[in-house]
């Protein structure tokens, strides 16, 4: 009989010792394998357009115009009915997309390399808070922030990229745990840390000093600029844990607006799903419960990886943006440890005496103990084009976790 114990140390250590480091940046059609000109990546598990979210159906919009394939929502809806466009998950793709997720071909995304063991991931461009492509939203001023984005800011950002010789993103969240970040939600030192790094030279490569000034103000003023990156450097780490013979350490979970799916590393490449749940959230002013569309994104990612919500600990200033204590905070990352597998041995806390932080979410231990893993996100509007309402905290559904274990009994004849 296969060795669980034996699997699920191999499947940990793999994804621990992943070394993401962040190289550069290239156009999705060139640097992500599979994909094509007529493909939209999204977030979260396969979905067909007429269950797909309002948000992430405004995000596909907003990617059809951006992609001068459309000239307006009515256009792209019709081009999407003809089936003239394809969607697959970005997990298909070796890449992560926050929220809505969507990533078209002609989009300038981030690509991190695993040292360790040879795989990339990738992930596009932040665009901020509130009303934004990932968001769902798609009115002219989202398309020409884009467009700057894709032209001047992401080519700006691989020069320099190169320049500095890759950023070290591993090194960089380790150090801006110990500095009030969770990885996820609150990234503002970790975003603080990569314009440090980058501003030089950005200043070195820039076109000039107008477009060395732009790019900087933008990254030092975007506390998510790292989001993105550290979500690729996520995705390369637990695509490390990927495909081990008998383990049962969750590998990806991700959300698509009307479902939550994870996929397990004993398990290949299934899926098992779920119906995303309501955000416990605080809302914008103007907003409430009923204008909220149900969890979305991949940015659960990090949670997979060992950070994020589990790490809440290093972070109680995040209580303010999503609601709650800061011992809320400190009790959530001490429940995580209770259905994972490890500690991490990069990732530490220091209010808990630098203990790692929990990492490898083991689907015995959240079906035994009944306690499901928990995550900080961001809130978007159910309806396309809004943008975001509000941010907060949600678990998945516990069914695919048990779904899952039943999966493990019959393929390993438990």
Known sequence: ????????????????????????????IDVIPGMKPNLLLHAGPPVTWERMAGPMKGAAYGALIFEGM???????????????????????????????GLISPSMMVYVVENTTHGNKAYSGLNEGRG??????????????????????????VDAALKSVGG??????????????????????????????ALAP??????????????????????????????????????AAGDNVEGSTIVTVMARNGTDFGIRVSGLGESWFTGPAGMVKALYFPGFSEKDANPDIGDSTITETAGFGG?????????????????????????????????????????????RGTPTGVDIRKVVEKGILPRVNTGVAHREPGVGQVGAGVVTPPANIFEDALVAFAEKYGY
């Open 70 to 100: 459309a000239k307006d929502a009515a256009e792209a809806e019709a081009l999407i009915q003809a089936g003239e466009v394809a969607f697959e998950p970005c997990h298909h793709h070796n890449a992560a997309g926050p929220m809505a």
């Open 131 to 156: 009303k934004v492509l990932r968001m769902g939203a798609y009115s002219p001023e989202v398309i020409a922030k884009l467009t700057w984005m894709n032209e001047v800011l992401g080519p700006t």
């Open 310 to 354: 589990f790490a809440m600990a290093s972070a109680p200033a995040i209580v303010t943006f999503i609601g709650g204590t800061a011992k809320d905070a400190v009790n959530t990352t001490l429940d995580m440890y209770e259905i994972t597998y490890a500690e991490h041995k990069f990732f530490t806390i220091p209010y808990l005496d630098f």
């Open 167 to 196: 950023i070290d993103i591993r090194t960089m969240l380790a150090k801006a745990l110990h500095m009030g970040d969770d990885g996820h939600n609150r990234l503002d030192a970790a975003s603080q840390l990569y314009t440090t």
């Open 1 to 28: 009989m296969i060795d669980i114990e034996k699997a699920n140390t191999t499947a940990v250590e793999r994804m621990m010792e992943a070394h993401p480091i962040l190289t550069g940046m290239g156009k999705a």
């Open 201 to 238: 030279h950005v200043a070195r490569v820039a076109k000039n000093p107008s477009t060395a000034y732009e790019v900087i103000k933008f990254l030092g003023e975007n506390a998510l600029s790292i989001l993105n990156p550290v979500m690729a450097a996520a995705k390369s780490m637990t």
